[in-house]
């Protein structure tokens, strides 16, 4: 089982509605909300949203309220995070997420994600719980392994045999965490188990990276969870797990395509040093877009044909084009290799 990570942010949502084909029942996406732009003549943005992802994913997918945090998210730009914020600055009253999840009620196939984070835990997590499990019959608990406390393990309790539990090892190895991971006694539950991770780290730049094959960014965990005991993977596709920042999370980096090759189980970069801006990326598509090259992978991949068409019409020097790609090549490359596995 896979489980696509996707923020709710422009091009997260373009790859719902125009990849939609590579979401199966292996592969389910959970949207991780974290700003709903009012739309005039709508008078329920949260819902109308929401009911629109539905129709184009057309199946059950899992919703979670993406947590903002004043020292993690310090950069983050407010005015485009107002769902996350407006948690946080409501974070005292115990009724405001409650109602986030009363309000998710109307959305036939949504299975809600209750994240317990070691920044709330004044919040009755028990309670919140004990909410969704009565108005939803698949509840989702995540959690970050690294704050593992009774907490937790009172709420990992409470679930259900249909149920799911994310364990988040977030930016660390597989190797770093097995310890803790058995010390959960994983075995000892019949819910499903998500091992889930952040391949790419927050703090790593464009600069950091270079062209050839990388394993800078770790996706050891693909290898290993079964082992681990897990049912299945959650990850961001490639990209950073962050927040849209304020001016803007690339100024000044050096044009650079990040896309993934699962066979080798590594991404592969192709980078610009020498010509910054449209340029460079004009640069960096004439190599991808060799005939001979790895990008086309058997002439059956989603992302090279995209990559043509953006070429063709020249709509693709930018680096939101090419995160674009990279959350492409991933899902794509997810769907013919992982789920046949």
């Known amino acids: 089982m896979y489980i696509p990570i996707l923020k709710n942010r422009m091009y997260e949502v373009k790859l719902l509605k125009e990849f939609s084909h590579l979401f199966n029942d292996a592969t389910t ?8 732009k009012p739309k005039k003549g709508v008078e329920d943005p949260f819902k109308h949203r929401l009911l ?3 129709s184009i994913i057309e199946k059950e997918f899992f919703v979670e309220f993406y947590q903002y945090n004043d020292k993690k998210h310090k950069n983050a730009d407010h005015s485009k995070i107002n769902i996350s914020y407006d948690i ?30 070691n920044i ?5 997590y028990a309670r919140i719980i004990k909410f969704v499990k009565k108005h939803f019959k698949t509840v989702v608990l995540r959690f970050k392994l690294n704050a593992l406390n009774d907490t937790i393990k009172e709420c990992l309790n409470m679930l ?46 464009y600069s950091e990276l270079s062209t050839g094959q990388t394993k800078i960014i770790d996706e050891e965990p693909i290898l290993c969870y079964k ?9 961001y596709l490639g990209i950073k797990d962050d927040l849209p920042a304020k001016g803007g999370n690339t100024s000044g980096e ?28 004009k640069s960096i598509m004439k190599t991808l877009m060799k005939k001979d090259g790895w990008t086309n992978d058997n002439n ?42």
């Open 160 to 205: 259900r045999e249909n149920d799911t539990v994310f364990v988040d090892i977030d930016e660390e190895s597989v190797l770093s965490t097995k310890r803790k991971i058995k010390k959960i006694n994983l075995s000892d539950y019949k819910f499903k188990k998500i091992l889930t991770y952040s391949a790419r780290k927050k703090s790593q730049t």
């Open 29 to 36: 996406p959970l949207l991780e909300l974290i700003h709903l």
């Open 88 to 117: 946080y600055q409501n974070d005292n009253e115990e009724n405001y997420i409650i109602n986030l999840y009363r309000k998710l009620k109307e959305i036939n196939l949504a299975i809600p994600v209750v994240t317990v984070s």
């Open 254 to 281: 050096n044009p650079t395509a990040i896309l993934f090759d699962y066979k080798a189980n590594a991404y592969k970069i192709e980078q610009s040093e020498d010509l910054k801006g449209a340029e460079g990326f």
């Open 120 to 124: 709330n835990l004044h919040r009755d």
């Open 52 to 54: 629109e992802y539905q």
């Open 300 to 341: 059956d991949c989603d992302c090279y044909k995209e990559m043509l068409i953006r070429e063709k019409n020249d709509k693709y020097k930018t680096f939101g084009t090419f995160k674009f790609f990279t959350i492409i090549r991933y899902l794509s490359q997810m769907k013919r290799y992982h789920n046949t596995n």
């Open 227 to 235: 082992k681990l005991g897990f049912d299945g993977i959650a990850n």
